[in-house]
């Protein structure tokens, strides 16, 4: 087994988190799935590890919450929203069903990856679903387009204008 899975499996042995583990030899990926009852929010949560890449992928989703399909376009705008203040990871948004998830990868090079550094990772990932899809739904059903403006109309005086100037030597060529 992976050393970085190996390290994942005994995380998640230790806090007692019920999971499958799928290990694909062919494709070279160790997939957890788990899933949480947290506060506001019943998450799945999929740690894919890349055993050739030196990388691990944390995916998770809202079960329950989705953004209505009338307000794909406001569910976008809140994702993109929410994502601006994310120092780690994104949310995303499936415009197919309204669901949103959340994206955060690591890359496990031995200098940077530790118990600890997986811990931060899926804490965040964990943490955000939790307190921020309430948020984007919200934004979401509550977004409204800004007001279509016609483009400003740009009037040129023909010899003295700019572009006429810039144009003049063209002029001259015909």
């Not at 899933?35 to 929010?41: R, S």
């Not at 209505?68 to 948004?93: D, E, R």
């Not at 400003?152 to 144009?167: D, E, K």
Request: net charge negative; glycine share 6%; charged share 25%.
């Amino acid at each position: 087994m992976n050393a970085v899975t190996l390290m994942i499996k005994s995380y998640f042995d230790e806090n007692e988190w019920k999971y499958e583990l799928e290990e694909n030899e062919e494709e070279k990926i160790d997939t957890f799935q788990t899933g949480f009852n947290l506060k506001n929010e019943s998450v799945n949560i999929f740690v894919r590890v890349f055993t050739d890449r030196d990388m691990y992928k944390i995916i998770g989703f809202s079960d329950s919450t989705k953004v209505p399909m009338s307000c794909i376009n406001g569910g976008l705008w809140a994702v993109n929203k929410v994502n601006q203040n994310l120092i780690q990871g994104c949310f995303f948004l499936d415009t197919d069903d309204g669901s949103i998830g959340f994206f955060s990868g690591t890359h496990t090079d031995g200098l940077t990856f530790s118990e600890e550094t997986f811990h931060s990772s899926f804490h965040v990932a964990v943490e955000c679903l939790d307190n921020e899809v309430a948020q984007i739904i919200k934004n979401a059903v509550t977004y409204e387009p800004p007001l279509s403006q016609p483009a400003p109309t740009l009037v040129v005086t023909p010899r003295s204008s700019f572009l006429s100037r810039l144009l003049r030597p063209f002029r001259s060529r015909r």
